[in-house]
């Protein structure tokens, strides 16, 4: 079993900025990719980025692609989230999910493990 803790979420006006964290505990030597996904209000899980744990190689949706940055630190297990020049189009709660899969995935049902969430809030 993997154990995904998200932290880091808060308000923030637009325009700033947020980190969020996701510390990962357990079997994590299984994961090979871990994401992170949103889900506003009303809508649908929405994917965000995802990194492979083991090459580093990132990649992102459309929709924040150039302001945010996926990053991981082995030694820490752990997995970042850089968010900048945030909109009120980001508010949601993030998710952060943990998978075996070989092949890199943007559906958040081919993820096995997902931490409790993170709300972020960007006011106007």
């Known amino acids: 079993q993997v154990q995904l803790v998200e932290s880091g979420g808060g308000l923030v006006q637009a325009g700033g900025s947020l980190k969020l964290s996701c510390a990962a505990s357990?079997?994590?030597?299984?994961?090979?990719?871990m994401a992170w996904f949103r889900q506003a209000p009303g809508k649908e899980r929405q994917f965000v980025a995802v990194?492979?744990?083991?090459?580093?190689?990132?990649y992102y949706a459309d929709s924040v692609k150039g302001r945010f940055t996926i990053s991981r630190d082995n030694a820490k297990s752990t997995m970042y989230l850089q968010m900048n020049t945030l909109t009120p189009e980001d508010t949601a709660v993030y998710y952060c999910?943990?998978?075996?899969?070989?092949?890199?995935?943007?559906?958040?049902?081919?993820?096995?493990?997902w931490g409790q969430g993170t709300q972020v809030t960007v006011s106007s």
């Open positions: 357990g079997r994590t030597f299984s994961n090979v990719f």
């Open positions: 990194i492979n744990w083991i090459s580093g190689y990132t």
């Open positions: 999910a943990a998978g075996k899969m070989l092949l890199l995935s943007i559906v958040d049902a081919t993820y096995d493990y």
